[in-house]
């Protein structure tokens, strides 16, 4: 029986194979589409979900409350992990993490960048990274020990074993041993890097670290398998308290309480929410398309369902037949259902073609490494049930509608009708393909205005023809000689320095003092230690008073404001106001206009600017004159060679870093725009079904209507009017989803494109538009088609 459905099957679909190549492309592109979704959801799911003990490794969150507000971060005290290590027995293991950026190593001659990090010296027993040399009771085992990645053990010793043991020289400061050499990171990695320094190294370095009121690195721990995160939440919800009072005294205005994140959810669940716990981030992306896979591949079924039931009526007398014969209905449902799977075995083979064809693109769209893993069972477990379901969601209409024919009526030739019910059934299933299509075609447009939104908005600075460079190595002592022999280069027209790449201005305090300041008030500064020209440099208005200058030796002690910070102080004529900070006493000697130094979403915090000329661990801001950027990066190169000959030359362009704040969204906006256009291709291919089918279903009627004087376009509007009413109200109901959806991502942005009318006008007029194009071929057709073929049988 199942070979005689099989065969039945196959020459139906020969027999008709525009309708079958119809189909087969329909359901094909939606199974390609949701199986390539589904690709990516498994590989964001499966980021740093692969470490042994996963189940028992947690990061620390901190639910802060301080200014009046709630908030949440990442950021800890440099001493937490061993504190909570001693004091809390469920913890077995703690470590701290600092990603480090990019440092400079040296073997002999051999000068090489790599990214980096810091950590105590349980990471590597807590976390499941392969050691190739070594042991992980011995990695970062002492403040100079240093463990490597098996490319940069290859680069500098030739290979991991050899590596073991050597000195490698950091920064040309310090000589480290490697204790250990780890294999390549996976691709499914959040956190990467090439080396890791025991974490006592940067205490050591950078005593600003320990401070418990300081909060810098992340910090994970280990639980021991007895114990349950429950009971251990209580217990680290206020551990913070007495360490910050110590440090900072009694402090009701600050507060910092400790949680619990599961590590392998920190990738997908990184925002914090109003209630400062994580509630959301990747996952939101991971849930949406999620969904936009499922309504795609619903989309595509429903297509199968449409063109299944308009070819019915050339089926009519084979169902006569069979029922004449003594099949029953059952047997009938079993034939349609077993051709529908047929079907969409065809379609999964043609899909997977697709998917191979496309990964290439699709992986350097999404930044990934995915693959089709056609040697994993459960691969072809998940096609096997992607063919059923979409087979038994795609037939099961209409192999009960076909298998429900009266044989006497089909055999006697009259016309085959389904009843209203069965027609409004079909209209509604258009609806919904084009209210999918209208709901991702108004997204698509919205997200691509608030990328370019965010690409175009005036930041407060220049970021075009702006280019950073580190201060290493011997420039830490040449700043001044840097500048002056820098501004005499062709090509650049001014040079300052900053602590940090404005897109990296992360640094914040507590420690801001005014007159007239409420002793339990601790409002948060941002942060930035600047040289000489820097607002000049940056492009940034000043709104009062000016810039640093070597004119006035008190700029030493003097602070440029934000407009935001001035709001938060209450000052209403600020230049020369007192103000101290981190405890040197002073005056605000400028009012820069606020700057979005962090991505628009959020809003602009206040900022305090000093000046820090000298060892500042940061880099040059170099301004270029627009078309000489090349010429000036040569010279600059040469410059760098010259006067800090053991570091090789590096640079980074502001228009880029600020471009990478945005690259999750940059991301949803092209999927959005591809997954769009294939929801519109598979859902006209729906309505090309529909328009077909009614076109059989009035062929009499239309040959009636021609033969009693009916004009070309009077029978276009008969044959086109009732598709665009469907498209009307698909819009109707497509439209306040939208907005809802749409205003529920923006909701993140704290600057943002506003929500315009015409873009709801416009997606309607799209969508019509595409709708009357692809009724337009049948409706002609049938309207130019001879009266005297569809009214012989009469």
């Known amino acids: 029986m199942l070979r005689n459905y099989i065969i039945v099957a196959l020459r139906s679909l020969w027999k008709n194979k525009g309708f079958s190549a119809i189909n087969i492309a329909g359901l094909a592109l939606g199974m390609a589409c949701s199986l390539l979704i589904v690709l990516w959801v498994k590989d964001e799911k499966s980021v740093d979900a692969f470490h042994a003990q996963g189940d028992r490794l947690y990061r620390i ?43 400079t190593f040296m073997v002999g001659d051999k000068l090489i960048k790599e990214k980096g990090a810091s950590a105590d010296s349980d990471y590597f027993r807590m976390f499941s990274y392969p050691l190739l040399a070594g042991r992980a009771e011995d990695a970062l085992s002492g403040p100079l020990s240093i463990a490597i990645s098996r490319q940069m053990a290859v680069n500098f010793f030739g290979n991991p074993a050899s590596a073991l043991g050597q000195t490698i020289r950091y920064d040309n400061k310090h000589d480290f041993k490697v204790t250990a050499v780890f294999d390549d990171l996976p691709a499914n990695v959040s956190e990467k890097f090439d080396f890791v320094l025991n974490w006592d190294f940067l205490l050591n370095e950078y005593p600003f670290l320990k401070p418990w009121d300081n909060f810098n690195p992340e910090v994970n721990v280990l639980l021991y398998p007895h114990a349950r995160p429950e009971a251990v939440s209580p217990k680290i919800l206020h551990f913070l308290d007495k360490f910050i009072q110590a440090a900072d005294g009694p402090n009701p205005g600050w507060k910092v309480e400790l949680n619990l994140q599961p590590y392998k959810e920190v990738y997908l669940y990184n925002h914090f929410g109003s209630d400062g716990h994580p509630d959301g981030g990747r996952i939101e992306y991971v849930h949406l398309f999620s969904l936009v896979a499922l309504f795609i591949l619903l989309i595509a079924c429903i297509n199968f369902m449409n063109l299944t039931t308009a070819r019915s009526i050339k089926r009519a007398k084979e169902i006569g037949v069979r029922k004449v014969l003594g099949a029953a209905r059952g047997l009938l449902i079993r034939q349609f259902m077993g051709e529908a799977i047929v079907l969409a075995f065809i379609s999964a083979l043609v899909a997977m073609i697709l998917v191979e064809l496309i990964l290439p693109a699709f992986n350097q769209l999404t930044g990934k490494q995915i693959a089709l893993p056609l040697g994993l069972w459960t691969t072809w477990v998940l096609l096997l049930g992607l063919v059923m379901v979409s087979g038994i969601l795609s037939g099961s209409y209409p192999a009960l509608v076909l298998s429900a024919f009266n044989p006497v009526r089909v055999l006697k030739g009259g016309t085959l009708r389904a009843g209203p019910g069965a027609l409004w059934f079909r209209k509604g299933l258009v609806v919904f393909q084009f209210v999918l299509s209208i709901v991702l075609i108004i997204s698509t447009i919205l997200i691509s205005r608030q990328i370019r939104y965010v690409e175009e908005a005036n930041l407060g600075y220049d970021r075009e023809n702006l280019v950073y460079i ?12 840097f500048r002056t022999e820098a501004t005499r280069l062709p090509g650049v027209s001014m040079v300052s320095v900053s602590g940090e790449p404005p897109t990296q201005v992360d640094n914040w305090t507590i420690g801001v003092q005014w007159p007239g300041k409420d002793p339990k008030a601790k409002p948060a500064f941002n942060v930035l230690g600047v040289g000489y020209d820097f607002t000049k440099t940056m492009g940034m208005q000043m709104a009062q008073g000016r810039d640093y200058s070597r004119d006035f030796p008190s700029d030493s002690v003097g602070y440029i404001l934000n407009k935001a910070a001035v709001a938060k102080i209450g000052y209403k004529d600020p230049i020369g106001q007192p103000l101290t900070f981190w405890g040197h006493p002073g005056r605000i000697v400028g009012i820069m206009e606020d700057v979005h130094f962090h991505s628009l979403r959020d809003v602009v915090n206040p900022m305090v600017i ?64 591809i997954f769009a256009a294939l929801a519109i291709v598979i859902s006209c291919l729906g309505l090309l079904g529909l328009s077909i089918f009614t076109a059989v279903q009035r062929t009499k009627e239309i040959g009636i209507r021609k033969v009693l004087g009916a004009g070309m376009l009077n029978l276009f509007n008969l044959l086109s009017r009732e598709f665009l009413v469907l498209v009307g109200i698909a819009f109707a109901i497509a439209g306040p989803l939208a907005w809802w959806a749409m205003n529920e991502w923006l909701r993140h942005f704290a600057y943002r494109t506003p929500v315009s009318w015409w873009i709801f006008a416009a997606s309607g007029a799209i969508a019509f538009a595409i709708a009357l194009a692809t009724v337009c071929y049948q409706a002609i057709r049938t309207a130019k088609a001879s009266p005297i073929k569809s009214l012989r049988t009469e």
Do not use: W
């Open 61 to 103: 969150t901190g639910r802060t409350y301080f200014d009046g507000k709630t908030g949440g971060q990442y950021g800890m005290p440099g001493l937490l992990a061993r504190q909570l290590k001693r004091d809390i027995p469920e913890v077995q293991m703690a470590t701290t993490y600092l990603d480090m950026d990019v440092h």
């Open 470 to 481: 580190p201060i290493e190595g011997d420039l830490l002592g040449k700043i001044d000689l």
């Open 610 to 673: 000093h000046l820090e000329e000298k060892d500042n661990e940061g880099v040059f801001l170099v301004r270029t004159q627009a078309g000489k950027t090349r010429q000036a990066l040569s010279g600059l190169e040469q410059l760098c060679k010259t006067l800090n000959p053991k570091f090789p030359f590096t640079y980074q362009f502001s228009s880029e870093e600020y471009t990478k704040l945005y690259k999750s969204e940059e991301l949803v906006g092209r999927l959005s725009v």
